[in-house]
């Protein structure tokens, strides 16, 4: 496999397009969950009723199309080694959960890998969509517009009172999870984040490094997302959860621009000391690698990097996840030969731009 | 410090809580905090339902100890004609087994509910285009009377006989389904 076809392959399609805020914002997601209404939640179901879920919905909806989004891919989990399962969650194309009950669970994704269903997750359905940029108001019609061909052939568990009957008592109603996937570097560095995380938990919205084991950032990269979802609605949470996203662009440009201000140089040796070591390195470790291409992206968007292209954070990002490295090895790889191929890959990577 | 729970044994443990935006923190000794469920996260770490089946459980100590039991003897009878999960069991997992669940635990559910999302209990999102049957129409109904009652404050009486007109034919609509159901 070329290194150019298999980065094909880590970067969805819809990646490269620049939606708006794409300097800080790399994208927004809308996940809706929703159930059959006769048929028990999966912790419960027995194996025969999900086999019946899963049956129904590949026979009605595979090979259609969705408007613009062509065939969806009804992928049964089960018949996924487990590279190539880690490989879909490290793209985030299906959740670990949902990899984890690969005996009924299946995926719906469409070609561009903007949407996908995923079938038997901790709900019935978990419809996921993602755009790229700040475009949530975009996304949630989209997203409602998928439900609503779903609901076509699907009897919803819904109830009048409580909205959309979701199997955890924390997607009640709405089920919906909105979440913006943001780069802040220069918040992070002046740890302002945390000054203000108490603030936005405040609003009813969580932030949480992704990547990372438990709270920590790696990378710099965080997701900010609605955690009411009973009692508002899908409008005003996105509307919420906007301000608040459109508020921290502004503080970290401003933070930007006083580290330029005040630390100029330091902050340029920084980042070019990064870009060496992503250029120089035989062996990286995950965690240098995601600060080292933070630091990178920094510095394209500060214009201190020139000859290098914005989408080097999300497609390192997720190429040097240890699945998708075991995905090009086409093998097991233990943690120091991950690391000697992340190592490589990287350094190849950055030699296709020059 | 002593446990706040049993004010016997030292406080060993230190409990933090954010709960509708507000901070509540809670010492207690190691006993009393794997009796109240503070310390049911498995070995593989934290995980989102223990951190509601705390919650849950710290409902309970809400209910003075008088109370308790006789409250908790109830709660336990309470069980899901449908998936056969009893309260008790939802508590303990944080998840519901099916939709009939919701209708069964109602009773109970709206302390919960009210603290899992800042005090709100009842949907006001999206309904569902099929599934929802009357409730696009009654909705509409609402909306339609609160322009009846702006208009009449106008005295836009001529306007307000048409809007007037429009709900009464909503209503018979939903008259006409409801008696179509039952036959
Ligand atoms: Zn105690
Ligand atoms: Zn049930």
Redesign the pocket.
């Known amino acids: 496999m070329t290194l150019e076809h298999f980065m094909n392959e880590a970067i969805s399609p819809w990646m490269r397009e620049n939606g708006p805020d794409s300097d800080i914002v790399l994208s927004s997601r809308i996940r809706l969950a929703r159930n059959f209404a006769d048929i028990p939640f999966p912790i419960i179901a027995n194996q025969h009723d999900l086999e019946k879920i899963r049956e129904f919905l590949q026979q009605e909806f595979e090979h259609l199309s969705f408007q613009d989004y062509k065939n969806f891919e009804f992928i049964s989990i089960r018949d996924l080694s487990s590279i190539e399962k880690r490989v879909l969650v490290e793209k985030h194309l299906i959740s670990p959960l949902l990899a984890q009950n690969d005996g009924t669970s299946a995926s719906m994704i469409s070609n561009n890998e903007q949407v996908s269903v995923m079938i038997n997750e901790e709900d019935h359905i978990r419809i996921q969509l993602y755009f790229p940029g700040l475009q949530l108001t975009k996304a949630l019609n989209k997203a409602f517009e998928l439900d609503d061909w779903l609901e076509e052939k699907v009897n919803y568990a819904f109830d009048e009172t409580r909205g959309f009957l979701t199997s955890c008592p924390t997607n009640v109603g709405t089920g919906m999870r909105a979440s913006v996937m943001m780069h802040l570097p220069a918040l992070a560095m002046t740890k302002q984040i945390n000054r203000m995380m108490p603030a936005i938990n405040q609003l009813g919205l969580v932030v949480r490094g992704i990547y990372g084991e438990g709270s920590e950032a790696v990378g710099n990269l965080f997701q900010i997302s609605n955690q009411i979802t009973l009692g508002k609605t899908e409008e005003d949470i996105i509307e919420d959860l906007q301000s608040v996203v459109q508020q921290l662009i502004e503080h970290e440009r401003r933070a930007r621009t006083r580290l330029m201000e005040q630390s100029g140089t330091e902050l340029e040796d920084r980042i070019y000391r990064s870009l060496g070591s992503l250029k120089y390195s035989r062996i990286i470790e995950s965690k240098e690698a995601a600060m080292c291409l933070s630091n990178v992206r920094l510095g394209i968007d500060l214009g201190i990097i020139k000859d290098l292209s914005r989408n080097i954070l999300n497609e390192l990002t997720v190429l040097t996840q240890p699945g998708f490295l075991q995905h090009y090895a086409k093998k097991t790889l233990t943690a120091s030969e991950r690391d000697v191929l992340r190592a490589t890959l990287i350094r190849e990577r950055l030699q296709l731009e020059e | 410090m002593?446990?706040?729970?049993?004010?016997?044994?030292p406080?060993t443990l230190h409990f933090t809580q954010v709960i509708n935006g507000n901070k509540t923190e809670i010492q207690?000794?190691?006993?009393?905090?794997k009796e109240k469920g503070y310390m049911t996260y498995p070995e593989d770490g934290y995980s989102l339902h223990n951190l509601l089946s705390g919650l849950f459980n710290f409902d309970s100590n809400h209910i003075g100890t008088q109370k308790k039991d006789s409250q908790f003897q109830q709660v336990k009878e309470l069980q899901c004609a449908r998936c056969e999960m009893t309260f008790s069991e939802f508590k303990r997992v944080g998840k519901f087994g099916c939709a009939e669940c919701y209708h069964t635990f109602s009773s109970h559910l709206d302390p919960i509910f009210r603290r899992v999302h800042s005090g709100n209990t009842k949907h006001r999102g999206k309904i569902p285009k099929r599934k929802g049957g009357d409730l696009h129409i009654k909705k509409q109904i609402e909306s339609y009377k609160s322009e009846l009652q702006e208009l009449i404050v106008n005295e836009e009486f001529e306007k307000a006989a048409t809007v007037r007109d429009k709900i009464r034919e909503l209503e018979m609509d939903i008259r006409n389904k409801q008696d179509g159901d039952q036959s």
Not at chain 2, 28 to 33: D, I, M
């Open positions: 002593e446990c706040q729970e049993c004010h016997k044994r406080a207690l000794c190691e006993v009393c905090a």
